[in-house]
C-alpha cells in the first residue's frame, strides 16, 4: 500500500500495485462481457431516502453538505440530503425502476466502483474500497436458473486470477426461504432475529448464539438445538443434502403439509439445483452450507459467501444472492440475484500475503535515449515510430550520461533502451536497441523491430 | 442519458452510451500507456486542508459527515473534516510528497476518475462528472520539453477519439509568465486580479474587460489597452509569436532592461518552442493564444485549453499547466505540468450533438437459443466452448418460441442466434447459427465456428 496513506480506511496503491489493481479490474470485464453481461456505471450519489431503506450497511452511510451549507446541514431532513452508496445493488435497483422503460430484461448488467462505508476507522477495514458486481434483474418475475448460474460465473472470473495467486474458491450458498421455512416449521416466529444470531456462528461459536437464540429470539432449547443443528449441514452433494435436511425435519417432528415446510421446500429445491448443476460443470466450486445468513440484508431467496482455500481469516470475498422486494415500481416488481466480490480487499490480500507484484513500474518496454536536448525531437521521432506500431515507449527525461538514462528506465523496470544513430565519426553507428536485463545488444529499425514476447508488456507475477 | 435521471448535475448512461465512454476511456488509457504514463487511482475523500488551497474550484467542494455525526458536523473545523475531491491534480500533488521515496521522477502518471463539484445545480453543469489526466512531475526541478510534449499528447488522445466522431481539437497555449512579465512591465500590479478579468474575455468581451481592469485592477486606460492588445495576440507560428510580442512591447514603451521583460521573455521562449515543434509534428493542433487565463487557478507557466471546431458553446474540453508551487515538502519542491479531459461533458457531447451510438447494447455477438428448461445445460455448454474462444456469448432467458428468443437477441443487438442440436425425429438437425440481421443461417460447430469480423465485437457508430 502507498507508504504515506495518511488517511485511515481509504487505500491507496503504488502504480506497481495499482498495475495488478487494473490487471484484476481488466480480468474480471473480460468474464462478465464473455458471459453477455452489459457494463454500466450509476452516480457515486444516491439519495438519503433511497440509502436509509432496509439493508445492514445503510447505517454505515456518509453524508454530503456543500461548503456553502455548512452549519445548516441539518435543516435538511435526511431523506432529502445526498450521501455517497455504500453498496452497488441499491444503485441499481433505483437504475432500473428509473430506466425500465429504456432497458431489456432480463437485464443483466456489471459494475465495477468505488463505493464507501461512514464506519469508524478499524485496523484492516477499508472505507473506501471497489466492489466488482454482476446481476440479472427481472420485469416482474426472473427464472431461477439465474441463482444456479451466476455464483459460476463468479468462480470462473475468480479462478481466472489464479494466475495472480489467487487460491481457489469456494462458494457456500444457502437459501433464505430454507431456513425460514425450517424456523416456522420447528415453532420459531422471530425469523430476522434467528437469522442475526445465527450469523454470528463463526464469530461466537454454537453455545452463545444457542443462549441469543434462546434470550433475544424467544426459542426453548429444543428450537435452539434445531436451528444449530440445521446450520451444520454442508455438502456438495444434492441428494444428501435433501436427505439430511428430511432427517432433520424428522427428528423435529415437523409436520410436512404446513406451509413452513413447503416454503422450506422450494429453498431447498432451488439449492439442490445451484449444488447439483455446479458439480456437474465446476466439481467442487458449490457447497450448500446452511449456516450462511447474510445478516439483516435484502436477500429473499439465494444467498452465498465465498472463502478463499487457506485464508478464512479473510471472511467472505464475494457475497450475494437473490432479491425480490429490492426494486419496485407501484404493483410492478424488478427481483434480482446477483453477486459482489470485494475487490480492494482481494487486491490487498494479493499484494501483501500471497506477493503479487507487476513485472514493472511502467507500462513501457522501451526507453529511447537522448543524446543531447538539441536531438531530443529525433528521439522522440523514434518513439512515436514505435508506439505507432502498438509499442508502449517512453523517452529519457534528460541528456545525462547514458549510465544515468538506463539507470532510469530500471528503475521503472523498462526493459529496452534505444540508442538513436549517432554519427560521431569513426564511432558512427545506427539505431541500436539493447535488453538492459539481458545485456543483449543489436542494431535495430524502428519501422520494425518488435521487442521479445515475455520483455513486450507488464505482467503479473508472484514473489517467491 | 438515463431518462429518469433523478438528480440535476449527476449523469448516468444506458448501457448503449455507457458503451461508447468505455470504449473512449480504453482509447484514452491505450495512448497514454502508448507515451510511458503509469496509472494510478487516489482515494475519492481527501482532507479539507488539502481541498481548501488556493484553487478556483476549491469553493466547490462537498464536504462528509457520518451519519452518527449528523447535528454535530460544525464541532469539526473544516480543515479536518472530509470532502470529495473536485479534480485530480490536488490529490496527485498530496500523493507525490506522499510517496515521494517510492516513485521514480519524473512521475509521470495518468489517471481516469471521477471528480465533484458541490455547485448549485445550473442547467448542462455537471456535479459529478469524469476526469482523465496525464501529468509529470519533477523532484526539485521538471525540463521544460514536458510542456511542450503533454500538449502533443492530448492531442493524439483526441485525434483518436475523431472515429467516434470527436471533431478537430486544437490546444490553445499561453504563458503565465509571459501575461504576468508584460502586465508589469507596463505598470500594473495586481497581476491575478488583470488575469481574473482576462479570462472573461470571451463571456464578455474587450469593452467590459476594460471597464473592469480600470475599476478592479487599478489600470490605466492606456494599460487597460495593452493587456487587451496581448490579449489579441493568437498564432501559429513561433516567428510571428515573438515578434508580434516585441512590437507591443515597443509600442507600449516596456523597458527592456526590466526583471518583469526578463521574465515576460522566458515565458515567451516556452511558448515558442511549444508553438515550434507542434508546428513540425502536428501542423495546427496547437496554437499560441494570449488571451488563455485559466482564471485562479495555481498555474505558474504554461496554460492550456483545448477547444473543439463546431463546437464553442462546449468550451474548453481539455486544460491545464505547469504548476510550480502546489506540492511541497519543506523545501523540496514537486514541479508539475499536465492536462485534463472534461470526459463527461466530451461524452455528452458525442452521444446528444454527434450522435455516436455503440452498435448493440450487449457485449455478446451470439446468444444460444433454448429449446426448453430440461435442455438448457446443453445451451449453457455450447455457450461455454465458445466463450473458450474468447466469443462474448449469452444464453436465451427461457425456452419461449423461437420467435420471441430471437425477439430477445434482437432487442439487445445480439447479431447471431445459436440453434443447439435437436433429435426431433425426421427435422433433426445438427448445430446451426443464424445470422438475424442478414438473415443468413448454416451449420456451425462451437469448437470452431468464428463471427464475421464486422459482427464480432461491439462497436462504435454515428448516427447519419
Redesign the interface.
Known sequence: M??????SG??????QE??V??KIIDTLRRVF?????????????E?GSSLLKKGETS??????????E??H??DTP?ENR???HFDLTVPLS??V???S????F?F??WQIQ?V?R???PQEGRFR?FVQADIDVVGNGDL?E?YEV?LPLVMVEALERLGKYGLPKATVHANNRKLSEGFYRAVGLTDVEGVLREVDKLDKIGADEVSKLLVSECGADETQAAACLELAEITTSDAQELASRFDALCDKYGVDKDSDAYSLAQQGLSTLAHIVA?AA??RPGAVLADLKIARGLDYYTGSVYETFLDGAPQLGSICSGGRYDNLASQGKKKYPGVGLSIGLSRLLSYLLHTVGATASR????AV?VAVWD?AS??AS?SIA?AL?AR??????S??DAKIGKQIK?AS??G?PYVWFPANDAGEEATGDQVKNIITGEQSDADSMSWIPDTVYAQQAISIEE
Open positions: 502507498a507508504k504515506g496513506a495518511s488517511l481509504f487505500p491507496e496503491w503504488l502504480p495499482r498495475a489493481e487494473q462481457e464473455l458471459h453477455g453481461f452489459l457494463g454500466i456505471e450509476t452516480r457515486a450519489i439519495q447505517k454505515e452511510i456518509y453524508l454530503l453538505s456543500r461548503l456553502q455548512v452549519g446541514e441539518s435526511l445526498l450521501g455517497l433505483r437504475y425502476v428509473e430506466n422503460g429504456a432497458l431489456v432480463p443483466k448488467r468505488k464507501w461512514g464506519e469508524r473506501e427464472a436458473h448460474e448443476d456437474s460443470i513500474q511502467s507500462p513501457a526507453m536536448e531530443r525531437d522522440n512515436d508506439r502498438g509499442i508502449n515507449t517512453d523517452v527525461p534528460n532510469y528503475k521503472l523498462i
